[in-house]
């Protein structure tokens, strides 16, 4: 006899308020979690994944976006008329959710131990000691390390591993029904993702919860599914078993999008070691003063970065790996003179950026360009793209009317309309502000660009087209690439030669393929061994016919 499904949505349909890039987000919507079952929800941005999981907590933000038909059925009992006051009830009980970031969603005022015990408050019958006891109890089932002391924390004084654990051990902690977890492990390293994805499985082994889980990660879908739904733009277009629809994809818009995932198979080395080198590092240091405040306590120094040397010739990309405070975003803000070293040098044909005068800067930073991670928040809303693209040639001298004709040049190159050169940034997708990103820092015709994480943010389709621009920009331009980077299957594909870094220091570097596929060190090793889906291998567009 087959089990009662947890969850049941039948023809869900959500609209959107008018004006909208389409009238709803999702139409004809139908999904099942079955009990002790994950199903993992995937799609780009915008195809309606995250309002799926609010329409099933009824956190929407109605009236504006809002369900019009369908069911939403949890245990069998439709959900979609229920009242608010009985919607509380469920919530915490026998529905949870774990958010994407937990800093947001946690109380900054108060404790870890006072936020999860407000869960067995508001539905269980528990005294003061027993509820102690039941949250410290789901504190070391999280694998928080000391319980005790985490109780009596706030969230800003454990790290962003630890407060995604809370966020789970709070979501669990009345053993629901059904969890709902919207993209949990985005914002993680890759070492802690993997310790966060085998919690949720032990749990949901130990309980029998049905897990609906929403990613953009096809590695952490191969790592975790059972069953795997598409969306795009709001219509469900594949459904089935992990196996299935990783391996054999039957929608033309699912194959595209595991086509695009990177494969962590590095490409061969390329010649290079003839190459001048372009930019040197040498004995970089870098400490960041003890600070203290009214809530935080004194804190220590931090050694960012100790003792760092490397070397990155034309034409080769160099990528900079490791997780969370390993001292990645430190050096390439010292090598792009946006943070002053202690110590050490960077070298650009020989000419020292770390210790130049003003007007030896002004000079040199024509010759290394930087990347953001996040384009909206580096870009001038206020500002054209053909302005903010012809901005430092202006300023270095250039005639407007030559700056603004090269702008338009770029634009073409990093494959944008010439229209696009007229509009403002917010008129953008996030893809298409990282390609007027590059096209910026082009503009100074740079030796070197330094990019942070430029693509941890986009779908991993975008993705795939941003990482193939700038290969393409590299060897037709001969530019040399510092690439930043957590991710590990980006690395294999961009970059010729990896340095790894922990705690500062580079314990590891040498040619992408080799430190791949035979790593010394054990950071490394740990650093591979943790990659969600390891063991999967995306078959490629041509492979599937």
């Not at 009236?63 to 009830?89: F, K, N, Y």
């Not at 994809?249 to 080198?277: G, M, W």
């Not at 034409?315 to 900079?320: A, I, Q, R």
């Not at 110590?343 to 990347?371: C, F, N, T, W």
Request: with cysteine; aromatic share 4%; proline share 7%.
């Amino acid at each position: 006899m087959t089990a009662t499904p947890i969850l049941q949505i039948e023809d869900l349909r959500i609209s959107l308020p008018k004006g909208s890039d389409r009238p709803h987000a999702l139409e004809h919507f139908d999904l099942v979690v079955n009990p002790g079952e994950i199903v993992c929800l995937v799609g780009e941005s915008g195809s309606g994944k995250s309002l799926a999981a609010n329409a099933v907590m009824r956190l929407l933000p109605e009236p504006h976006v809002r369900v019009t038909a369908g069911r939403i059925l949890l245990d069998g009992t439709d959900i979609v008329s229920r009242s608010e006051a009985e919607m509380q009830a469920l919530r915490g009980d026998r529905l949870s959710m774990i958010f994407q970031e937990p800093m947001t969603a946690l109380n900054p005022q108060k404790t870890v131990g006072w936020q999860i015990d407000e869960v067995l408050r508001l539905h269980t019958p528990l005294d003061r000691k027993a509820r102690k006891a039941r949250v410290l109890e789901i504190l070391g089932d999280v694998h928080i390390p000391d319980p005790e002391s985490a109780y009596n924390a706030y969230p800003h004084q454990i790290s962003g591993g630890q407060r995604q654990r809370v966020m789970i051990a709070m979501a669990l902690v009345m053993n629901p029904r059904l969890l709902i977890a919207d993209e949990p492990t985005t914002a993680l390293d890759v070492t802690t993702q993997k310790q966060i994805l085998h919690l949720l499985k032990e749990l949901q082994r130990k309980h029998g919860t049905g897990i609906l889980f929403i990613t953009h990660d096809f590695g952490v879908v191969a790592e975790i599914a059972d069953r795997i739904a598409v969306l795009r733009l709001g219509d469900l277009v594949e459904t089935g078993p992990a196996e299935q629809i990783l391996n054999r994809p039957q929608h033309p818009y699912t194959r595209a999008l595991i086509a695009a995932v990177p494969a962590l198979t590095p490409p061969p080395e390329k010649p290079l070691s003839d190459a001048p080198v372009v930019l040197q590092s040498r004995n970089l240091k870098k400490t960041f003063a003890a600070r203290g405040g009214f809530l935080s306590g004194k804190r220590k120094a931090v050694t960012a970065v100790k003792d760092l040397s490397f070397d990155l010739r034309r034409g080769e990309t160099l990528g900079v790996v490791g997780e969370s405070g390993s001292g990645k975003t430190t050096v390439s803000r010292i090598v792009t003179r946006l943070l002053q070293a202690d110590a050490g040098q960077v070298l650009i044909d020989g000419h020292d950026l770390i210790h130049a005068s003003r007007p030896e800067l002004r000079a040199l930073r024509k010759d290394i360009q930087m990347v953001f991670q996040d384009p909206m928040a580096s870009l001038n809303p206020r500002k054209r793209v053909v302005d903010l693209i012809a901005q430092g040639p202006i300023v270095h001298g250039t005639p407007k009317a030559e700056a603004h004709a090269r702008a338009r040049e770029l634009l073409e190159l990093v494959e944008l309309t010439p229209a696009a050169a007229e509009r403002y940034p917010h008129e953008f997708s996030g893809g298409q502000r990282q390609r007027i990103g590059i096209a910026r820092a082009l503009a100074m015709q740079p030796r070197v660009i330094v990019a942070d994480e430029p693509v941890s943010a986009l779908d991993v389709s975008v993705q795939a087209q941003v990482l193939r621009l700038l290969a393409d920009l590299r060897d037709r331009l001969n530019l040399s690439l510092l690439f930043v980077t957590h991710d590990l299957r980006v690395a294999a594909q961009l970059c010729d030669k990896v340095i790894v870094m922990q705690k500062g220091e580079i314990v590891e570097a040498g040619p992408t393929a080799r430190v791949f596929a035979a790593p010394a060190h054990p950071y490394t090793q740990a650093l591979l061994d943790s990659i969600p889906g390891r063991d999967w291998q995306p078959p490629r567009l041509d492979a599937l016919g």
